[in-house]
């Protein structure tokens, strides 16, 4: 799976938009991108997937350079309970073998909310 | 609301002795993940079976740990015997697959908090 690079930590302020990065140059033909986060205390939560074309759910907007090189995921009114860390990662969607699903995860971007 | 459960929720427990998490994949999941996290290392994979049957330990100590599905209602990760190293949150997370590999969003459970002293 390609690797990606995040910035560690960013901040938000409350009711605005949080535009995440990712960089993933060494990205496939074949590889999604899917963004998670992960509250304190709690498991990591799936949030959105591409794959080329820009998509939008109740959560986020992700945002897909047209090289695939690069993505941002959109939160478009940040509130306090975005405050998370926030994984972008990259990997084929049709894999077989021992690869059924497999997520490998970075560090991430911890993103603050402040009022 | 379907949710993946895990028990204990948090564990304290000697060194040298068998520690056992178990965990609920949602009904109608046919892939299990067993995930390890700690600050040094974030998050790891140790293990996953599809249909039950183990698809990839590789990143589990497997002179120590054991993961095992019963039936598909139920997953164990089995440390034994448990060492301070392992303290940790493990995470067990479900989704769906398919024959051709294709799969979506996982769902992780609350996760178990292990302390080994």
């Known amino acids: 799976d390609a690797k990606t690079t995040q910035p560690p930590s960013m901040d938000c302020a409350e009711g605005r938009a949080a535009n995440l990065p990712c960089n993933h140059s060494t990205i496939s033909g074949n590889e999604y991108v899917y963004w998670y986060r992960q509250i304190h205390s709690q498991g990591p939560q799936y949030i959105i997937h591409g794959l080329k074309n820009n998509e939008t759910n109740e959560m986020a907007s992700l945002i897909i350079t047209e090289d695939r090189k690069s993505s941002t995921l959109i939160l478009p009114h940040a509130t306090l309970r975005d405050t998370a860390v926030y994984y972008c990662?990259?990997?084929?969607?049709?894999?077989?073998?021992?690869?059924?699903?497999?997520?490998?995860f970075g560090q991430g971007t911890i993103l603050t909310v402040h009022p | 609301d379907a949710r993946v459960t895990q028990t204990p929720r948090h564990k304290v427990t000697e060194m040298g002795q068998e520690v056992t998490m178990r965990c609920q994949p949602i009904?109608?999941?046919?892939?299990v993940f067993w995930y390890r996290q700690t600050m040094m290392q974030g998050l790891e994979l140790l293990a996953y079976?599809?249909?039950?049957?183990?698809?990839?330990d590789s990143g589990m100590p497997k002179d120590r740990f054991s993961a095992e599905m019963p039936d598909a209602t139920l997953a164990t990760l089995k440390i034994q015997p448990s060492e301070p190293r392992d303290s940790a949150v493990y995470f067990c997370?479900?989704?769906?697959?398919?024959?051709?590999?294709?799969?979506?969003?996982?769902?992780f459970g609350p996760g178990t908090r292990l302390t080994v002293t």
């Open positions: 997370a479900s989704g769906r697959t398919g024959t051709s590999g294709s799969s979506y969003e996982q769902y």
């Open positions: 009904l109608g999941h046919n892939t």
């Open positions: 990662i990259v990997r084929v969607m049709n894999a077989g073998g021992t690869s059924y699903g497999k997520l490998t």
């Open positions: 079976f599809r249909n039950r049957a183990p698809l990839d």
